[in-house]
């Protein structure tokens, strides 16, 4: 099993809903700022990660599970685990903590997505690049 890859982030204002929590979407919407943080950390070029065209990485499937509220100005970490599940497609699962160093690492949050790789001519699935293989083992 490859290291987690951990994303620092503050909560902000726009994270946050009329009671002063995370809103759910934005929930996933930091866990996908964590996947691209852990893509660019791998030397993905995010520029033209799209712009080539030979594949698409569509999310199939996305889920979260709140334990705690998150509020504007808390530190929370992300830890993110890949997991290849085909030659098409993998899965990342999240853990979101409060990044404090004397408070016992209880998880806030956890979150899964599933992606598969297309052909975005056929929408066919295709193979995971190269890139992403590696990405993927590290």
């Known amino acids: 099993m490859n290291q987690p890859f951990i994303y620092d982030r503050t909560i902000y204002f726009r994270d946050t809903d009329a009671a002063g929590v995370v809103y759910f979407a934005n929930g996933l919407s930091i866990c996908h700022e964590a996947y ?18 030979a ?35 993998f899965q990342i699962e999240y853990q979101l903590f409060f990044n404090l160093e ?14 598969v790789c297309i052909d975005p001519s056929t929408r066919k699935r295709c193979n995971l690049s190269q890139n992403l293989m590696e990405w993927l083992m590290v």
């Open 102 to 115: 004397s408070v016992e690492k209880k998880a806030i949050a956890n979150a899964l997505t599933k992606h």
């Open 55 to 89: 594949i698409a990485v569509p999310i199939t499937h996305a889920s979260i599970d709140f334990f705690k509220p998150m509020f504007c100005g808390d530190r929370i970490a992300v830890s993110l685990v890949k997991t290849l599940l085909s030659p098409d497609s």
């Open 36 to 53: 691209e943080a852990s893509l660019a950390a791998s030397g993905f070029e995010l520029k033209s990660f799209f712009r080539d065209g």
